[in-house]
T-cell receptor, first 114, second 113 residues
Framework: ETGVTQTPRHLVMGMTNKKSLKCEQH?????MYWYKQSAKKPLELMFV???????ENNSVPSRFSPECPNSSHLFLHLHTLQPEDSALYLC?????????????FGSGTRLTVV | QQQVKQSPQSLIVQKGGISIINCAYE??????FPWYQQFPGKGPALLIA?????SEKKEGRFTISFNKSAKQFSLHIMDSQPGDSATYFC????????????FGKGTMLLVSP
C-alpha cells in the first residue's frame, strides 16, 4: 500500500448511472488530486484540493463532481458519463500544493462506461 | 499548461543494458523535473527528481541528466533488470508559486531476461 487508498478498484457503469469514487490518505498531506489516465495520453489533471478547498479545475465536464469533506478524503461523483470517460482514475496526495516532495498516488479505479 | 514531450513510446532492452528515456519541455520557467515509475495495476510512484541547478543526479542505477539550454532531460537506467519493466513518466512544474505537475505520455520499458 502506498498510503493512498482508492475504492473501488474496478467499476462498470451505464451511462445513466450515478456512482462515486473514493480516495483516502492518512499521510498528513495537505493537497489531494484527481487524475485521469487514458491509453497513450499524458496523465490529465482533473481537480486539485488544497486544505480542503478546490484550487484548480481543469475544464472538466460537469458530469464529474469532486468533493473533499476533510483533508484525508476525496470523492469523485459521476453521473451520466459517456463511453469516452472510460479510463483509470487516479487519486494522489502531496504535502503541499507544489508537490516538491512528490505525489503519492493510489492504485486507481478502472472505470468502464457501457 | 505547457507540454512535456517524451520519447520513445516503448523500449525493449536486454538485461544488463542501459535504458534511456528522453523528455523535452517548452516552458523555460519549469524548475522541477521528476520521473515516475508505474507498474501494471498500480499508480505511478516517484522515482527520482532533479532541479535545474545541477546537470545530473544519480540514485543507485537511476540517473537524471539535465540540459537546461536544450530544455531536455533524460532518465538513464544502468544495468537494467527485468524488475525495471514498467511505464516511466517524466514531468515538470514550477517551484515558485502554485503549480501542478505536467506529465509526459509515458514510456513502456520491457527488459528482456
Amino acid at each position: 500500500e502506498t498510503g493512498v487508498t482508492q475504492t473501488p478498484r474496478h467499476l462498470v457503469m451505464g451511462m445513466t448511472n450515478k456512482k462515486s469514487l473514493k480516495c483516502e490518505q492518512h499521510l498528513g498531506h495537505n493537497a489531494m488530486y484527481w487524475y485521469k489516465q487514458s491509453a497513450k495520453k499524458p496523465l490529465e489533471l482533473m481537480f486539485v484540493y488544497s486544505l480542503e478547498e478546490r484550487v484548480e479545475n481543469n475544464s472538466v465536464p460537469s458530469r464529474f463532481s469532486p468533493e473533499c469533506p476533510n483533508s484525508s478524503h476525496l470523492f469523485l461523483h459521476l453521473h451520466t458519463l459517456q463511453p469516452e470517460d472510460s479510463a483509470l482514475y487516479l487519486c494522489a496526495s502531496s504535502q503541499d500544493e507544489g508537490g516538491w516532495d512528490g505525489y503519492t498516488f493510489g492504485s486507481g479505479t478502472r472505470l468502464t462506461v457501457v | 499548461q505547457q507540454q512535456v514531450k517524451q520519447s520513445p513510446q516503448s523500449l525493449i532492452v536486454q538485461k544488463g543494458g542501459i535504458s534511456i528515456i528522453n523528455c523535452a519541455y517548452e516552458n523555460t520557467a519549469f524548475d522541477y523535473f521528476p520521473w515516475y515509475q508505474q507498474f501494471p495495476g498500480k499508480g505511478p510512484a516517484l522515482l527520482i527528481a532533479i532541479r535545474p541547478d545541477v546537470s545530473e543526479k544519480k540514485e543507485g542505477r537511476f540517473t537524471i541528466s539535465f540540459n537546461k539550454s536544450a530544455k531536455q532531460f533524460s532518465l538513464h537506467i544502468m544495468d537494467s533488470q527485468p524488475g525495471d519493466s514498467a511505464t516511466y513518466f517524466c514531468a515538470a512544474s514550477l517551484k515558485s508559486g502554485y503549480s501542478t505537475l505536467t506529465f509526459g505520455k509515458g514510456t513502456m520499458l520491457l527488459v528482456s531476461p
